[in-house]
């Protein structure tokens, strides 16, 4: 099968369905093409050896990948981090539609939401049908940052997650209660999948392992384990 991973953020950037995702879609038998953006996540300027152009292809361990021009910026600014994502969403969708290779299917990494409208627009016209990743609930996500509080435009970003949804052939979620949203959003159970997230396995076996002191520390001691994002939208008050 041939395969367009539709992403804004890539290897090098962090991402978990970047490169080691792509990878195993072909070792797996499927032909892989991701279009992304140049990395510029997390601090919102792009990556030393990477310089901003229309558009670049380069080949990642065998992957190609065709980076767009974006606006980078990952600031607090709401403005410009609508920039950065309608940048990307304009350029993915131009490339997507006249310069990728024709796909089977088009897998579409979701936050954020303008990659599902890129996809959309790149399947209107080459009729290519689309799986839909859901990584973070839209406006869910948005309003437990603090990013945006206005309720009217928090509905109308709402509105467009359900469009994104109805156009969109299937939905992947990585829990869930992800699923029981979007039900309740009137999305069809049938029309969503859970895949959990993994971890990077080879990472973990060659992680250093933890200092003697900090064993030590542990010990005798009741433990408490966070495993997940550290973040606004994590809540991690209520965890301390």
Request: aromatic share 12%; charged share 20%; proline share 5%.
């Amino acid at each position: 099968m041939k395969i367009l991973l539709l992403t804004q953020w890539f290897d090098p950037e962090p991402t978990l369905k970047g490169l080691v995702f792509a990878k195993e879609l072909q070792r797996q038998g499927h032909e892989v093409q991701v279009l992304t953006g140049f990395p510029n996540y997390p601090v919102g300027k792009i990556y030393e050896g990477y310089k901003l152009k229309f558009k670049q292809t380069e080949f990642i361990d065998g992957i190609e990948v065709t980076r767009v021009a974006l606006y980078p910026s990952h600031d607090s600014s709401v403005l410009k981090r609508i920039f950065n994502y309608i940048s990307f969403a304009f350029m993915a969708a131009l490339i997507g539609i006249f310069a990728t290779k024709k796909a089977d299917v088009i897998y579409a990494y979701h936050p954020p939401l303008t990659v599902g409208m890129a996809a959309i627009f790149i399947k209107l016209f080459r009729r290519t049908p689309i799986v839909y990743d859901i990584q973070d609930m839209w406006p869910d996500t948005l309003k437990a940052t603090g990013m945006l509080n206005n309720h009217k435009i928090l509905n109308f970003i709402g509105s467009v997650c359900k469009l994104v949804y109805r156009f969109v052939d299937h939905i992947v979620v990585l829990c869930p209660g992800f699923k029981h949203t979007l039900i309740e959003r009137g999305v069809s159970k049938e029309k969503i999948s859970i895949i959990y997230n993994w971890c990077d396995e080879q990472g973990l076996t060659q992680a250093q392992p933890a200092k003697v002191e900090y064993q030590q520390l542990m010990q005798n001691k009741f433990n408490i384990v966070f495993a997940g994002n550290m973040g606004k939208a994590q809540a991690l008050d209520s965890i301390l």
